[in-house]
């Protein structure tokens, strides 16, 4: 049965292509279809064939007889039979390639000459590898010239990167050594501060007892006015003169009808007496002259409860009888809340006693005190100066510009791109922003992380990362694809995933030697 396919392919496929061990009529050296030049040699059809694993050996008439015979498929290079096999394009004219087997004979014309179509009737495939290869070595040839042109460009920039790393060199051991000179007058300015300020400490020491005892004497002449107030209060309000004052006495003053329902009751004349029924002297100064003294201020006009924007004056004049109804609801005989419509207690104006006025000899010596702080704090803040531009030299000299410095100009700069919605900012080794055109917040897109590009050229590509975060989405990210060119521009801006952003940047930094395609645009012939 083996036999019998394999007869009926190897017939088919000779009436397709006239000759099974066809030999590539542009070339010398004889070889099946789909060998290259450069293993012409292992298919020699004067003895049989080798698989390239060397797992068996089989008679050379059946290479490209359309059957697999190899287990790495070398033994079908010009047709499809093999599915790890590798067909190879001569292309003669423009690029060699390979493909994969299973591309050959699939009505697509892969190969630029059309050999890897040869047994369609319903297809043709024309040669176009001339004009292909023509294009080609014009393309190459002026990259070859953008090339040259930048890497002068380069060496500019390199010659001007390596300068600048020099001069930040030579400043940090400047500044070094005015932070050293910094720290010194700040210790020096310290201690004479901090001796300036005992002195005044303690000549101050002695105004600050008088000025104690000053508001001392005036919180006991307050808290013996209030007293005198709160007595004189007491002994109006006790008609009977037994020493108490009683809910009936309070029942008898319209003042203390919170609701405003032409009485006092019972529950509002215990809440001005401290939840009491009657109280001695000592007890109403302490405890019941505090809720009682606001509603007398109010009464005479000398208090008022503060008004909310939102209220109008007559709406203040009702409030207090809205409250007291809201009151009134049944709360299952609950006390009633001792805080609820009582006007806030007055907060009344205390003085700060005045400074004293120093004598001579202690004003000089706060003068002094006074001079030599604002000395302190000066030579302390030209210390934090130098600190932090100490700290960002550090930090440009550990960034990485490339070998030879070529992208260290950069530092600093912005580059902007605008397309129809918005405006694309770069400002390497910084940032990547979006500002929409319609004036919105700018939004970053990242921020310097590292160079990203392949392990044979890092510096192709530069990585943002750590953005604004997306709304329900992840951190926003970008790369920098970084290429040859003779200015430095963002050329394109694409966001080909949700939140992560795809830059060109063109600069002469990137141009650097490359391998020439040109020796690979031959004619096999």
């Known amino acids: 049965m083996e036999l019998f396919a394999r007869n009926f392919k190897f017939s088919s496929l000779f009436l397709s292509s006239s000759v099974i061990l066809s030999v590539i009529c542009t070339s010398e050296v004889p070889r099946p279809r789909g060998v290259s030049l450069s293993r012409a040699s292992l298919y020699n059809p004067e003895r049989n064939f080798l698989c390239f694993d060397n797992s068996k050996t089989i008679p050379f008439v059946q290479v490209n007889d359309d059957y697999c015979d190899c287990p790495d498929g070398s033994d079908e290079p010009g047709t499809s039979a093999c599915p790890h096999g590798i067909f190879h ?137 209030n007293r005198e107030e709160a007595t004189e209060t007491f002994v109006k309000f006790d008609s009977n003169q037994d020493g108490f004052v009683e809910i009936s006495e309070l029942q008898t003053r319209q003042t203390f009808d919170k609701d405003k329902n032409g009485e006092v009751s019972v529950e509002e004349a215990r809440y001005f007496l401290n939840n009491e029924d009657a109280i001695d002297l000592e007890k109403f100064v302490t405890d019941a002259w505090p809720n009682i003294k606001p509603y007398l201020m109010m009464d005479a006009g000398l208090f008022k409860p503060p008004v909310t924007q939102e209220e109008s004056p007559s709406e203040a004049d009702d409030l207090q009888g809205d409250e007291a109804d809201e009151e009134e609801a049944p709360q299952d005989e609950e006390e009633p809340d001792e805080g609820e419509d009582e006007p806030e207690q007055p907060e009344e104006a205390v003085e700060e006693p005045a400074p004293l006025p120093y004598d001579d000899e202690t004003q000089k010596l706060v003068d002094r005190a006074t001079f030599a702080r604002n000395e302190f704090a000066d030579a302390e803040r030209a210390v934090r100066d130098i600190e932090a531009e100490i700290n960002n030299i550090q930090d440009y000299l550990e960034k990485d510009f490339g070998p030879e410095e070529e992208f260290a100009s950069l530092q600093g700069e912005c580059f902007d791109y605008s397309d129809h919605e918005y405006i694309y900012k770069l400002c390497p080794f910084e940032k990547t922003t979006q500002l929409p055109k319609s004036g919105s917040m700018e939004t970053r897109l990242g921020s310097w992380g590292r160079w990203d590009g392949p392990e044979d050229n890092k510096y192709e590509s530069m990585l943002y990362d750590k953005g604004q975060s997306c709304w329900n989405g992840p951190q926003r990210s970008s790369k920098v694809k970084v290429v040859c060119g003779v200015t430095n521009e963002v050329t394109s801006v694409t966001e080909p995933n949700r939140c992560e952003y795809l830059f060109e940047f063109v600069t002469p930094a990137a141009c650097r030697e490359i391998a020439s395609d040109v020796d690979d645009l031959h004619d096999e012939l």
């Open 89 to 225: 394009c001569t292309n003669a004219g423009h690029k060699p390639m390979n493909l994969a087997s299973s591309r050959v004979n699939d009505g697509v014309c892969d190969c630029c000459d059309g050999s890897d179509e040869y047994a369609r009737n319903t297809i043709t495939c024309p040669n176009i590898c001339m004009q292909l290869g023509r294009h080609a070595r014009e393309e190459a040839q002026r990259m070859a010239e953008l090339v040259k042109a930048g890497k002068h460009l380069k060496a500019e920039l390199s010659q001007r990167g390596m300068q600048l790393k020099e001069e930040k060199k030579e400043k940090l051991v400047v500044l070094e050594k005015n932070k050293e000179e910094a720290e010194r007058v700040k210790q020096e300015k310290q201690q004479i501060k901090d001796e300036l300020e005992a002195a005044e400490n303690k000549a101050l020491e002695i105004y600050r007892k008088m000025e104690d005892e000053e508001k001392k004497r005036k919180a006991e002449a307050e808290a013996a006015k």
